[in-house]
Structures are given as structure tokens and as C-alpha cells.
């Protein structure tokens, strides 16, 4: 939004103690995000990319062309269903099974190292959809990293990730909108707590 210089509102919510605007807007899944413009509600992230950019053509966020579109959509799947899940399970899971989660967490982190090589952004010169979409990688991912006692994103073997990253997070845009450290470390401190605790209870 405010790469595309759109005034919008942003309401934090509590997810504890979940608003009845979101159970409302969000009905079927009753999570964040949610965007709602003209009365109506769209959730999940990338679907409200794209409703974002399809909205406000302003500095389009997905390329021009189909095939490269495809492409960016492609991407963003496999980072949102292969390595969100892979770190995240690496993160949460304890003894023997850590070794074979990282291993598959590191996997699916070299496929995103060699789509980026040679390039500024995903998107090419500027951020686009893609960059947007494993923006999560600069700064949760070193939560997590600490948390779960791993490594993931090492300089030495993604540099190119690496490179990225530092890129991403210099732009103006990101650094408004990057929360406090802290902040995120209680939220995935709680989460990775619960999902042990639910994995114990289970064994």
C-alpha cells in the first residue's frame, strides 16, 4: 500500500482475544491478514496482493508480462506451502527429527537462492509481489532461527538470499513497516510452546 502511495488504516489486532471485526471479515479461517476496502473484506496474503495490485495499478507489483506472472505466482506458492511449513517445522521439532527438518528446510531455501542469483529482487530492480511475499525470510526468519537453536539463512551458503535480504530491508517502505523485534519473538515464543506441547501431549 505504500509502495502504490494508497492512505489506508491499520488496526492491530489481538489475537488472544480475536475482535468481532475480524471473526466477521474473516469468518471461514477468523485469522489475520484481512483488508477491507468499500465495505467488502478479502483475506489471506497473497490473495490480497493481488487484489491489492489489480486495485491500485499504481507501480504494479506483478510483472507485466503472463509467462513471468505465472511464474511470480509459481514462486509464491512454493514459498508459502514449502518453506514457510519446512522452517517452521525445523523450528518446532526437538532430537533426531531437527537433523531431516533442517535438511528439508535448507532445501527448499537453495531452490529460493538460485531463482534470485544475479538479480537485485525477485522482481528485478524494484520490489515486486514475489519480494513481498518471502519478505517474512528478513526478519522472522533470525527469530526463529534463535528460538528453534538452528540456521538457516547463512551468508556463506546463500549469499545471493543473503544479498537480497539486505536489500530488501534498506528500502524505505519495508523499514516502516518492520514490527519490533520483540514483538515477534513473544508471538512465535507462544506458538512454538503450544506446538511442542501439543506434540508431547500426542507422544
Known amino acids: 500500500m505504500k ?16 475482535s468481532p471485526l475480524l471473526l466477521q471479515s474473516n ?9 477491507l476496502h468499500n465495505g467488502k473484506s478479502v483475506a489471506e496474503s497473497l490473495i490480497i496482493l493481488e487484489y491489492i495490485d489489480e486495485t491500485w495499478k499504481e507501480n504494479p507489483l506483478l510483472p507485466q508480462d503472463p509467462y513471468e506472472r505465472a511464474l511470480a505466482r509459481f514462486w509464491a506458492r512454493f514459498i508459502d506451502e514449502k518453506c ?7 523450528t518446532v ?12 528446510a535448507l532445501e527448499s531455501v537453495a531452490f529460493l537462492e538460485n531463482h534470485i542469483q544475479g ?9 515486486g509481489y514475489l519480494d513481498i511475499v518471502a519478505g517474512w525470510i528478513t526478519h522472522w526468519l533470525n527469530v526463529l532461527e ?5 540456521e538457516i539463512l547463512n551468508a556463506e551458503k546463500f549469499p545471493s538470499l543473503h544479498e537480497w535480504k539486505q536489500n530488501f530491508i534498506q528500502t524505505s517502505t ?3 513497516c518492520i514490527p519490533p523485534r520483540e514483538k515477534v519473538v513473544d508471538y512465535f515464543s507462544f506458538g512454538i510452546n503450544y506446538m511442542r506441547s501439543l506434540k508431547a501431549n500426542k507422544e
Open 174 to 176: 519495508v523499514k516502516d
Open 93 to 104: 521439532v526437538q532430537g533426531e527429527e531437527k537433523v531431516k527438518a533442517v535438511e528439508a
Open 3 to 18: 509502495d502504490k502511495g494508497v492512505e489506508y488504516e491499520y488496526i492491530e489486532e489481538d489475537l488472544a482475544n480475536k
Open 119 to 127: 538479480k537485485k529482487f525477485f522482481g528485478g530492480e524494484k520490489i
Open 27 to 35: 469468518a471461514v479461517h477468523k485469522k489475520v491478514p484481512v483488508i
Open 84 to 90: 514457510v511449513i519446512a522452517i517452521w517445522e525445523a
Open 146 to 150: 534463535e528460538l528453534g537453536d538452528i
